[in-house]
């Protein structure tokens, strides 16, 4: 009440400060006015938010869309300040306006604000103000209006009387039948949700029917409503039993599989697994094995990469009584014909997911039938697919062992690790740690070491910088010993190189060396080559002499700080150029700290 108190005479002060700002040009001025709506509530008290504020938001709604949008965000949670639950229903009229403005993200809000309030409803609330408010919308002239009532059924339907909820199931079904798209689509969209609470009985007779015209809708370029009935087909079928999934359910599915809009195809495709899981092994081995052979071989190559995704997961599902020989007889030669697909998405969709497959077949299985499939795709044109089996060869070598691929694997990475692309070449170097623990040192040394040290020079600089974290997980990987004899060598031979750019990195390969290779070989190894640099005729070169100072300090021996270091830092410290003496002065301050 404070706001108020210091108003002196006018009472009404917060409201006319509030009706100058939401009348100001300025937008942003407005919507930082509708943002402290909070504080002029509290400052109002409960009484004149509900008689005075509320009132006047909901005859102001003619605003940009960005301060309404606010506005039905601030709303949402105002209960408390107009009182508490038993006087919710007091935001109701603002945000029923705000559902029926044509921005949809205003809409949308409001109908999430809606949602928020209709919980802190008793239920006699709830049928007094709430529902009428649905019943509203859902007959509203304007289209919006009965799409944002599409979204509000589910959240009141549970706790209201019967007689009431047979109205609202009514109003529902008129609107799965509306004459506009648009509402078609928001109710296909909403159904799954209002399944979920109506009773079985109901679900039957009821909401099965609006399903099923949804997922049957033939209007011109309806479709949409079409492909957001199959989500609505999988909350329905979880809540059934086989024997009326079959019956109620199945039909409909397996028209929406082969529709003519490839669009409802990718839908089914991308649902595949959600609907497996709803509808049960039974109907999975009798109607959806036949569905997913259709879709890996559909015309469209956006839904045969959609459906490639799902072959791990879908097998992995498969009842296990008849997983193996569903697979072999039923999956795998569709899978073998999408390895030599024309388009390479659903190459690469595959390629992220086959591996899956050797760990669910076995040892057996995977050599005779899985690895000529690995070796085809290791020697594809296309580098995403490459990368996607190099990604996933951990299952692979928990069947059979890293051998069986590692001499085709050796080509396939060389020609990712040369790429033009560059990102192709960054990808590669993200997966060498992993590769190496596969591989074990012996085979990386002799093969992928030189591969490594070649990234450190690449003319990309966010290729080296990711070459010399790769350095540093392979010495996690294969210890400080290793590191010592087969790394080090190499990158402080870098120092003396023509470039400076490639001088840099073997700073910058110092500095991630050190923290994993400890202070004797920090000190007796790293540690002379960036002293050496510090007269370097580079200024760049120099300044990064002193940020590795810095940075390898803490890993330095004591005995090596006042002798050889500090002699280094002053005297960069009086360099002519000013970075060099900057950075040399804060590596000095981070050294004394050491003590």
């Known amino acids: 009440m404070a706001a108020s108190d210091s ?36 400052a109002l008290g409960v009484e004149r938010t509900r008689s005075e504020l509320i009132p006047f938001l909901t005859e102001t709604i003619y605003d940009e869309d960005e301060v309404l949008l606010a506005l039905a965000e601030q709303l949402g949670g105002f209960t408390n300040l107009v009182g508490g639950p038993d006087y919710a229903h007091c935001l109701l009229p603002p945000l029923e306006s705000l559902a029926t403005i044509e921005e949809t993200v205003v809409r949308d809000k409001a109908v999430e604000s809606l949602r928020n309030v209709a919980q802190q409803h008793s239920p006699s609330d709830l049928e007094t103000h709430f529902v009428p408010l649905v019943q509203r919308l859902a007959a509203g002239d304007w289209f919006t209006s009965r799409t944002s009532a599409c979204g509000l059924f589910a959240v009141c339907y549970p706790r209201v009387s019967a007689a009431v909820k047979a109205d609202l199931r009514l109003h529902f079904r008129a609107l799965c039948q509306d004459d506009t798209p648009m509402v078609r689509r928001a109710a296909a969209s909403k159904l799954g949700e209002l399944a979920k609470v109506v009773e079985v009985e109901y679900l039957k007779t009821d909401v099965i ?103 791990k997961d879908f097998c992995q599902n498969l009842d296990k009584a008849h997983q193996e020989n569903i697979i072999m007889t039923s999956v795998l030669p569709y899978v073998k014909d999408l390895v030599a697909d024309p388009n390479q998405h659903v190459k690469s969709a595959l390629a992220s997911v086959i591996m899956g497959l050797s760990p669910i077949l076995g040892r057996h299985n995977t050599i005779e039938h899985l690895l000529p499939l690995f070796l085809s795709q290791l020697k594809d044109e296309c580098p995403e697919v490459r990368l996607n089996i190099i990604s996933n060869l951990d299952c692979v070598n928990e069947v059979i062992g890293i051998q069986q691929l590692s001499q085709s694997l050796l080509p396939a990475i060389v020609e990712l690790a040369e790429d033009s692309k560059w990102r192709v070449r960054f990808a590669i170097i993200e997966y060498m740690p992993l590769l190496a623990g596969q591989l074990g040192q012996e085979f990386f040394d002799e093969k992928l070491n030189a591969l490594c040290m070649t990234w450190l020079v690449d003319h990309v600089f966010a290729i080296r910088e990711a070459a010399t974290l790769n350095l540093k997980k392979l010495v996690e990987q294969f210890g400080a010993e290793w590191a010592e004899n087969t790394v080090i060598p190499k990158v402080l031979a870098m120092s003396r190189d023509q470039n400076y750019l490639h001088r840099m990195t073997c700073l910058f390969c110092i500095n991630v060396l050190a923290e994993v290779c400890g202070s004797d070989i920090t000190t007796r190894l790293l540690l002379p080559t960036v002293l050496s640099m510090a007269n370097d005729g580079v200024a760049n070169v120099r300044f990064n002499v002193a940020k590795t100072l810095q940075k390898i300090g803490p890993q330095l021996d004591h005995g090596v700080i006042q002798p050889q270091v500090k002699p280094i830092l002053d005297k960069l410290n009086i360099d002519t150029d000013v970075d060099v003496k900057y950075f040399a002065s804060e590596a000095m301050a981070s050294i004394a700290a050491l003590g």
């Open 209 to 311: 029917p609006m399903f099923v015209n949804l997922a049957q809708d033939d209007q011109a370029s309806s479709d949409s409503v079409r492909l957001l009935a199959v989500d609505a087909c999988v909350s329905i079928a979880t809540l059934l039993e086989q024997e009326d999934v079959e019956q109620l359910v199945m039909p409909t599915l397996r028209q929406c599989a082969t529709d003519q809009s490839w669009r409802v195809r990718y839908v089914v495709a991308d649902k595949f697994t959600d609907l497996q899981r709803a509808v049960g092994p039974e109907i999975t081995r009798t109607d959806l094995v036949p569905a997913f052979q259709k879709l890996l071989k559909d015309t469209e190559a956006e839904v045969r990469a959609a459906a490639a995704h799902k072959v």
């Open 7 to 42: 108003a002196g005479d006018d009472s009404l002060y917060p409201i006319a400060v509030l009706i100058d700002e939401l009348k100001n040009e300025d937008v942003q001025l407005r919507l930082n006015s509708i943002k402290k709506l909070s504080t002029i509530a509290i």
